[in-house]
């Protein structure tokens, strides 16, 4: 049996601990609320959203999470990354374009935070009305099947085409049963159909490709509605780390007054916070 020393409570050993105490009295004890110091990369689109997210950067950094962004370029890459563990977080979708990932993919990832709503239109730079779109017209819509069918709805609130009965909202051209002014609807990438404006009649462009394609409020004649709207993106992370310390601060660094007014400056209008 190992013989204990007994603790002798000295004069020094009592100064120490009370120049410990005041110590902690001075700087304080580690708030609870904090989270611990921790790094994370969280994909995003490459353009606007890189200014907005900076100031998600600075505003994480105060509560102790060093957010690292990953830029993309192309709707595929963010959630394969984040499937792989290449990123902790992504910041780029719908609800309907994820749940389509997880059907094709099996994507094991959950939404955990609203960032903002961006309503979908129809452009064009050769007519001011709907109304003055002739038979026969080119209208470009985006090919991925949440966007397509997102489009197509568009096109029906305007009454250019009719949607068969019972479609949901992953409806593709196969499911148009009236098309009155037989229009001729060409599916294209989300990336390249603002870009592709000066070659067809018309346009539905989500906002973001819109702005990047040089296109503004004055190029659009139709939008769809903003309220009860199921398109508001969010940011997402594998399923299991939802509940995870750092996700609450992540998402917490997003929904806030700085960052609502840099999105509000950087969009203009054209998108719209969603929290």
């Known amino acids: 049996m190992t013989k204990q020393t007994p603790f002798t409570f000295t004069r020094r050993g009592f100064s120490a601990l009370a120049a410990s105490a005041i110590a902690l009295l001075a700087f304080g004890t580690p708030s ?91 452009y064009t730079q050769k007519y001011k009305a709907v109304a003055e779109l002739p038979e026969g017209a080119v209208v470009g819509v985006p090919n991925d099947p949440s966007n397509e069918g997102r489009a197509l709805r568009v096109l029906q609130n305007e009454g250019l085409i009719k949607l068969k009965d019972g479609t949901g909202i992953l409806a593709t051209i196969a499911d148009i049963v009236e098309n009155p002014k037989k229009l001729e609807i060409k599916e294209l ?66 929904q806030n007054d700085t960052v609502k007014a840099e999105f509000d400056r950087v969009y203009k209008g054209t998108g719209i916070s969603a929290y």
């Open 189 to 254: 990438d989300a990336g390249v159909v603002g870009r592709a404006i000066t070659d067809l009649d018309a346009a539905i462009v989500n906002t973001d490709w819109a702005l990047k394609s040089g296109l503004s409020a004055a190029d659009r004649i139709a939008q769809e509605p903003v309220a009860d709207n199921p398109y508001r993106n969010f940011i997402a992370v594998k399923a299991g780390s939802e509940n995870e310390a750092w996700v609450k601060t992540l998402v917490s660094s997003y």
């Open 32 to 122: 609870l609320g904090h989270a611990e110091d921790k790094s994370i990369k969280v994909g995003i689109m490459s353009g606007e959203d890189e200014d907005v997210w900076r100031v998600v950067v600075a505003e994480a950094a105060k509560q102790g999470l060093k957010i690292e962004t990953i830029t993309f370029n192309d709707y595929t890459q963010p959630n394969e990354a984040l499937e792989r563990g290449e990123i902790d977080a992504n910041a780029f979708q719908h609800k309907p374009y994820l749940d389509n990932q997880i059907a094709q993919h099996g994507y094991k990832i959950v939404p955990v935070g609203f960032t903002g709503v961006w309503p979908i239109g129809l």
